[in-house]
Structures are given as structure tokens and as C-alpha cells.
């Protein structure tokens, strides 16, 4: 029976050790409480830290452990300054800030990522042990981004999931990470990346095309040959509970309580953690401006803020909450009076039923965070207003604005418009309050938690089926194939270059080949019975500087130029008028000009424009434009325009890489085997060429009509590294490919 594997990094409990006796406790979490009915499945399992259990004598740890397994909960357990490093200087002190656009907040050394990259392996070690063929991977939160990957490798096969649970930063925000890279490489080991909200996934999208280059089309992005799907999972909550829970006549109860005085006064609520992203300070400068603005508000409402204590050992939330208390201090003080306080701070954790009757109580619902993945809160408040009445602020920048448009929505960081907003909530007429709510309780009772988890791992059934089959070409058949070709008693490689021995640049000249690379080629041009041959779009002088060596032959434009591999003179045989060439010339450089980034390539018989240094969506638009005009100056003329990687050439008709297969097999025998290795539309003219003794090899992602793909360029290098033994011929070999 497959199962689900959930991994985060708390496990849904808390520790509690009373009276010599340790035992565990349900946690309050968002997280906890939003797989709950997930977790009450006997197939499911939860992997995670249990909290620090290093103080417990061996029966309180035996009689945890029970406990545990009984629970279908798997712990991790780590040290403390494990947990330090890992959970407190890094996830805290370095992602969470950045994810919530702060970057004033990080710290000026960024600290932890060694630990983090080793408990996000001890999580993958742990999960690895425990899979077996069917199960689902759930992974969630930023505590553990690397994680993906490390399955990835530990179980190429499996169904990985990923949901982040805050916000994904702008792709400017999130490349000042110093380890940008290595985040969105762990996360692109998923099958399906989930996100609270559409510009969260567009956000991710776009710092990994830019990031990393990879290609993109609608929801789905290849990496190293395979299909991730990004997709939009608002979370909800168990609405029917808080509903239930408001009607309970002991809640009921404490509801009047909170309410004495009512309807002389009115309550506006806040309930946060207390975190610098919620805005706290904000809110209550805010309502102070209100009671300053409208003075004939003064005694007839307050405002209660519940702020649960948080990471009260961190500098910055200590000098979070001094600012907090100094800001109600002056607004207490100033607008007080002997029966009236304006502000009532509540330090403390609440349980559920105080809560609700404080949802219950409450007239307006505060919810104004400078950035948040969802808040909970939000919709906590509407599932629990059965009476359909009250009235929700809630900040633009909340993930759950995107759901709750019904509510007076505003911008945390605007004081005025918040207070103008906080008094048009209080003197909103009854029929618009309740019109409102409606609109949210329907909403929220409809996408509940149940429904977020249930959709979730469906799309990931769908998803883990497309990325197996996107990346078919499996190891097993990778080292067949590396078999065959070192086999083969004459063996003539055709390799394209951009995209397939080095990445893409943004700009010509960064393109140039490492020393690994040169050192690659030139074993392989040393290998007995080896011909290799390199082609390109570069120019001639351009190849002949940076590949010039003895044994290689090198094809620039796409074939327009050859020179044999025993360094021969270059030759040619493309006749052309070049009448296209001052039109198209004159229009590529207006649109260099007008496309930041972009530039224009000036070859022998073509013109290239490439917008790979561009911002992504506004350079397709410029390339889409381009190509209408393209299509129109060269009507009627000998030359075509063809769509390369990141831009346009146009050139001859006729010239192709086709010239360059004729060219390759002039010199060698019959029985000589052909591997061509290219990655964009340019070298399917290359496979098309090929002989019947040969092997066509697409890399990345693309429509191709190779037998065969590699992911990217360092799975190319990797299957050339695997060719530079020799080894003798073996015919079944040869035979079966």
C-alpha cells in the first residue's frame, strides 16, 4: 500500500515534562492543524524534529518514543547547536527575513549554511531509509529547500512534493541570498513546487529562468531533462471546527464577558505572532492616528493585540517588542482616561476556545502584516463569525488577500490610509458587514484544509508520472549508451557548442571554454580511432582562438566555415548576394538599442540578435515583435530566419549543420559510428543528417527528434568523460543500439 511521507521540520507535537513524567501535546500550528485529517490516515507518516529531548532521563525518552511510533511520527533528532546554526542563523536569521522582503534584517555575515546543508542530508538520509516503491514525498517549508534534490539523488523514482508555506521573494530580492543557487537547484528536485498565491510561483519562475537559465512554458519548468510543475495551493483551514467551536454555549459565555460594556465600546482585534513581519508596530501607530484624526472615537473603542511570544532569545525581537510597548505606552497615555484603556496587550499563548470567543467578540479584525505567505488568522476569524457580522483589515500583502477580496483591504505601510481605514470598519452599516462576510464564509468553507491537502498530492500523482517520462533517458540506458559508443572500432563525435559543451552567456566572450573542457576535448581528440568535430554559430576567429587545437575539427556559423581536424585552412562554400543583410542589420541594432541587455552578433554571412542578458518577459515580448518584422524584410529575399536559444539568426538559405555531417564523414570509414550531441532547433537539422550506424543525443528539455537526451551541459561532459578509455569493439554491442 503506497503511502505519504510528510516531512517538516517540527513534528506535529509538543514536549511537555511534568512531574518527572514526559509526554507529548498536539501542537497549535498552522501546519499541524492543516494535516490533520491527512495524518489520521494509517498510511501516512511524519518526519521531522520532536523538540529537544536531550534533558530526558532514558524512561522519558523510552516512554517519547512509544509515544511517537504510536503516533506514526518519525523523529530527527538534533543538537543543540545543530538547531543553532541550521534553524535559528539561517532559516530565521538569513531566509526569513529575505523571503519577507527585509533585507535590512540579515545579518552582515551570513552564518549556518554548512549546518543547514547537513541536517537538510540527515533529513534526507532518514527519509531515503524509510521509502518504499509508491510512497509520496511531502516536503514543506523553507527549514528544508535543499531537501528535493537530496531525494532526487537518494530516489530518482520517487514522487517529490514541495510546498512553501511564506512568501517566494521578487528574483532582485532573492539574488542577494549567497546561496541562490544551491536553494533553487534543492527546490527543482521536486515533481510539483506549491505556492499560497500566483505571484508567489511567478516570482519563483522568473529567479529561475534568470538564475539558472532553465526554460520555461506555462507552469512548468525542465531542469537537467525533467518537467517541475509549479502550481498555486492557497491554504485553508478546518472551518467547520471553528464553527463549531463558536457556537459552544461555554464560548458563547466568555464572548459576553469580553463584550461587557458593549455596544459603548468596540473591539478591534489583532492576534499574531509576535514577529517583526506582521506589522504590529504599524498597526498601532495606525490606530493611534485614528483616535488623533477622530476624536469622537476616543472612549468608544479599543484595541486588543494578542501577541504570542516568538523567538524571544533573538536580539531583534526583543528590541521588536520594546518598540511595541513604547508605541502603546505613548497612545495609552496620551488618549487614556480612568475608565478607558485604548490598547490591551496580551503577551501570551492563547488555547483555541479563548481565541474563537475573542473572534467571536471582536467588531473589526485587525490582520495587517507587511508580508505574509497566507495568514490563517485572517480566515480563522471569518469561519468563526457564524452570526455572518463583523469586519476584516487586512493587509494587500497577505497571501490570503488574493482569496478575501470581500475585506477592506490596505497597505501596512501606509499609517493615514490605515487609520481612515480602521474608522470606516467601525462605522460600516450592518447590511455591508454582513454582505461582506458572506462572500468570505463561502469561500473559506469551500477551499478548507482538507480540500488544499487532498488537491495537492493529486497534482503530485500527475506530476511525478510527467517528470519520469520527461526524463526517460534512465542511467541504465545512459551507460548502454556510453557502452556502444566506446565500442565502436571507429567512433566520430559532432558536437555543438553553446548550450552543449558550455552554458549559455549573456554575452559572447564569457562563453569561452574552461580548462576542463579544453582538457576533455583534447583527450578525446587523442583517443585512437576518434574524430571529434566542434560546431557552433560563433565565428571562425573566435573558434579558431579558443579551440584551435591539433585534432579537432571546427565548424563556426552554424557551418558556413570548415576546417578539417588536422588544422587545415578554413573553407567555405556558401555563395550569397547578402542584399537582406543592411535591412536586417539596421533592424536588429534598433532593437538592441531598445531591449536593455540584448546584442547583436555580426558573422561572416548572418547577423544574430540575443536577448539572454534581458529581463525574461520583457525580452520575449521585444523577440516576439522582432520576428513579425523579421518575417516581412526578408520576404522574398535568399535568406531565412531561424529561432536559436535565447534569439534570433538569420543567414542564407541552404546553410545548416546538414553541411557539417557531409563534411565530418569525407574522411572516415564506412563503419565509422556517428554521436551528435546539440540542444537547440539548429541541430535537429544535424540529427537529420546522420547516418544509419549513429546516435543523436538532445540536451535539456525541447521538442527533438534525437533517440536520446542528457539533461544538461555537465551530463554532457560527464558521458565524454566516459568515452576517453579505450575499449575494444564488441559487435552485440554495437548491434543493439
Known amino acids: 500500500m503506497s503511502r505519504v511521507l510528510i516531512v517538516s521540520n517540527r513534528l506535529p507535537v509538543t514536549l511537555r515534562v511534568e512531574d518527572e513524567d514526559a ?206 510543475q509549479t502550481d498555486v495551493f492557497p491554504m485553508g483551514i478546518d472551518a467547520a471546527s471553528f464553527a ?101 496587550w496580551i503577551n501570551r499563548s492563547m488555547n483555541k476556545d479563548e481565541v474563537v470567543a475573542l473572534y467571536r467578540a471582536a467588531d473589526v479584525m485587525v490582520v495587517t502584516p507587511v508580508r505574509d505567505g497566507m495568514n490563517l488568522v485572517a480566515k480563522e476569524f471569518v469561519a468563526s463569525r457564524f452570526d455572518e457580522d463583523g469586519v476584516l483589515v487586512l493587509s494587500e500583502f497577505a497571501g490570503a488577500a488574493a482569496e478575501l477580496a470581500e475585506a477592506v483591504q490596505v497597505n501596512p505601510y501606509d499609517v493615514d490610509g490605515m487609520a481612515e481605514a480602521y474608522a470606516r470598519a467601525l462605522a460600516m452599516p450592518a447590511d455591508e458587514r454582513h454582505s461582506r462576510m458572506r462572500g468570505m464564509r463561502r469561500r473559506v468553507f469551500i477551499n478548507d484544509t482538507e480540500r488544499w491537502s487532498r488537491r495537492f498530492l493529486m497534482t503530485l500523482t500527475t506530476a511525478a508520472e510527467r517528470g519520469r517520462e520527461s526524463s526517460r533517458l534512465l542511467q541504465s540506458d545512459l551507460a548502454r549508451l556510453v557502452s556502444v559508443a ?78 578539417s581536424p588536422d588544422g587545415g585552412a578554413w573553407s567555405t562554400s556558401v555563395t550569397d548576394s547578402g542584399e537582406w543583410r543592411e535591412a536586417v542589420s539596421q533592424l536588429f541594432a534598433e532593437y538592441a538599442a531598445s531591449t536593455p541587455g540584448s546584442l547583436v552578433e555580426e558573422k561572416t554571412v548572418g547577423l544574430a540578435w ?24 526578408l520576404d522574398g529575399t535568399q535568406a531565412e530566419v531561424i529561432e536559436v536559444t535565447g534569439g534570433f539568426e538569420v543567414r542564407p538559405r541552404g546553410i545548416n549543420k546538414r553541411l557539417v555531417v557531409a563534411d565530418a564523414l569525407r574522411h572516415v570509414s564506412s563503419d565509422a559510428y556517428v554521436v551528435a550531441i546539440g540542444d537547440d532547433a539548429t541541430d535537429e537539422d544535424m540529427f537529420a543528417a546522420l547516418p544509419e550506424r549513429s546516435m543523436a543525443i538532445h540536451v535539456g528539455a525541447g521538442r527533438t527528434d534525437a533517440a536520446y537526451r542528457l539533461a544538461d551541459v555537465a551530463e554532457v561532459r560527464a558521458f565524454l568523460a566516459e568515452l576517453r578509455e579505450d575499449v575494444p569493439m564488441t559487435a552485440a554491442a554495437v548491434a543493439a543500439v
Do not use: C
Not at 540575443?610 to 524584410?633: C, S
Open 23 to 228: 509526554f507529548l501535546e498536539p501542537s497549535p500550528g498552522g501546519l499541524a492543524t492543516g494535516l490533520a485529517s491527512l495524518t489520521e490516515s494509517p498510511s501516512t507518516l511524519w518526519i521531522g524534529w520532536p523538540g529537544d529531548l536531550a534533558d530526558l532521563s532514558e524512561r522519558q525518552r523510552a516512554a517519547i518514543r512509544a509515544d511517537l511510533d504510536r503516533r506514526r511520527l518519525v523523529p530527527i533528532e538534533l543538537t543543540r547547536e545543530q538547531i543553532q546554526s541550521y534553524y535559528e542563523d539561517y532559516s530565521n536569521g538569513v531566509v526569513w527575513p529575505l523571503f519577507h522582503h527585509l533585507p535590512d534584517r540579515l545579518p552582515y555575515e551570513v552564518d549556518g549554511w554548512d549546518v543547514y546543508e547537513e541536517v537538510n542530508n540527515l533529513f534526507a538520509d532518514t527519509v531515503a531509509r524509510l521509502y518504499r516503491p509508491g510512497d509520496q514525498i511531502w516536503v514543506h517549508d523553507y527549514q528544508l529547500m535543499r531537501l528535493p534534490a537530496l531525494l532526487r539523488d537518494r530516489i530518482p523514482d520517487a514522487a517529490i512534493g514541495f510546498f512553501l508555506h511564506i512568501p517566494f521573494p521578487s528574483s532582485e530580492v532573492f539574488r542577494m541570498l549567497p546561496q541562490r543557487r544551491l536553494i533553487l537547484e534543492g527546490l527543482l528536485g521536486a515533481d510539483l513546487i506549491g505556492f499560497h498565491t500566483a505571484t508567489f510561483m511567478d516570482d519563483f519562475q522568473t529567479t529561475v529562468v534568470r538564475t539558472l537559465g532553465v526554460t520555461s512554458e506555462g507552469k512548468l519548468l525542465n531542469w537537467r531533462g525533467r518537467d517541475v
Open 244 to 344: 463549531e467551536v463558536a457556537t459552544r454555549r461555554d464560548v458563547v459565555k466568555q464572548v459576553r464577558a469580553y463584550r461587557q460594556g458593549a455596544p459603548l465600546v468596540r473591539i478591534m482585534l489583532g492576534i499574531d505572532r509576535l514577529d517583526y513581519t506582521k506589522g504590529i508596530p504599524r498597526r498601532l501607530l495606525a490606530f493611534g492616528r485614528m483616535l488623533e484624526t477622530h476624536p469622537e472615537l476616543r472612549g468608544s473603542v479599543r484595541l486588543v493585540q494578542v501577541a504570542v511570544p516568538s523567538r524571544e532569545r533573538v536580539e531583534a525581537y526583543v528590541d521588536f517588542r520594546r518598540q511595541s510597548d513604547e508605541i502603546i505606552g505613548r497612545i495609552n497615555g496620551t488618549y487614556g482616561t480612568p475608565d478607558w484603556t485604548p490598547v490591551s
Open 486 to 563: 566506446r565500442s565502436t572500432p571507429e567512433l566520430v563525435l559532432i558536437l555543438d557548442y553553446d548550450g552543449t559543451l558550455v552554458p549559455f552567456a549573456s554575452t559572447p566572450e564569457l562563453g569561452r571554454p574552461d580548462d576542463d573542457l579544453l582538457d576533455l576535448l583534447g583527450d578525446l581528440a587523442q583517443r585512437p580511432r576518434t574524430t571529434v568535430h566542434v560546431v557552433g554559430g560563433r565565428g571562425r576567429e573566435t573558434l579558431e582562438r579558443w579551440l584551435g587545437m591539433a585534432g579537432i575539427g571546427l565548424h563556426a556559423e552554424h557551418g558556413v566555415w570548415s576546417r
Open 610 to 633: 540575443y536577448y539572454r542578458g534581458t529581463e525574461r518577459a520583457f525580452g520575449i515580448r521585444q523577440a516576439d515583435a522582432l520576428w513579425q518584422q523579421l518575417v516581412d524584410v
